[in-house]
């Protein structure tokens, strides 16, 4: 069965130190792969997507990034957080394209800036 | 431009009630739009309760049906008698066939009472 883990479960982070959020799909070789934002009473948003390795398209810019240094994990950092950094973080994977196939969330990260 | 919305939450039925919760779509971008509902149970992850990828088609689902209609732009989600264990942040997402991006609405929190 594939697994989803998301790390860290929570964080609390002062406005301009680093982030770093993982995540990893265990049990399904080379998954599409996507990050999601949502701030407190906001909308779920895509951040970035990767088809393979090495590869991440950024769909919306928030001064964050992401990398795919394996097939199944997913990194979004940033070197200075911002108070709009505040919300919670979704991974996801999918087989197909996500505008059509069924995408399998991880539990989440929350983070919190001060 | 492309957008997804919602029925504003929170949404408070009794157990039995019927339901619906509305949602529209704006596909000015997306050549073949794709639908789906996904929902977020308390204490769980965020799941798909269905999709719909044919205009004109019903997906159904744990009670739950949504028809994809494109004269009026809808994908309305409905069910005839509500449980408890209903009660769920449900969200509406709209997405491209063969394509990566996913548009979601705010989200729906329904409370079910017993």
């Known amino acids: 069965a594939q697994t989803i883990h998301q790390w860290p479960v929570a964080e609390i982070k002062a406005v301009g130190s680093p982030l770093s959020l993982g995540c990893t799909i265990k049990?399904?070789?080379?998954?599409?792969l996507y990050w999601y934002w949502q701030a407190t009473g906001g909308t779920l948003q895509q951040l970035f997507y990767s088809i393979t390795v090495g590869q991440v398209e950024s769909v919306v810019q928030l001064n964050l990034s992401a990398s795919r240094p394996k097939d199944d994990q997913f990194i979004l950092s940033t070197e200075k957080l911002l108070l709009s950094h505040s919300g919670f973080y979704l991974c996801?994977?999918?087989?197909?394209?996500?505008?059509?196939?069924?995408?399998?969330f991880g539990p989440g990260t929350r983070l919190l800036v001060l | 431009g492309d957008s997804v919305t919602q029925t504003e939450g929170p949404v408070t039925v009794s157990e039995s009630e019927s339901l619906i919760i509305n949602c529209t779509y704006s596909a000015t971008s997306i050549a073949y739009p794709n639908l789906f509902w996904y929902v977020r149970y308390p204490g769980e992850g965020l799941q798909l309760l269905l999709k719909v990828i044919t205009a004109g088609q019903k997906g159904s689902s744990r009670g739950f049906e949504a028809t994809y209609n494109k004269e009026t732009t809808s994908f309305h989600l409905q069910k005839a008698s509500v449980q408890e264990s209903d009660s769920a942040v449900y969200y509406c997402a709209l997405g491209d066939t063969n394509a990566y991006k996913v548009i979601f609405g705010k989200g729906t929190h329904l409370h079910v009472l017993p």
């Open positions: 049990g399904k070789s080379s998954p599409n």
């Open positions: 996801a994977w999918s087989l197909g394209g996500a505008g059509q196939d069924t995408q399998y």
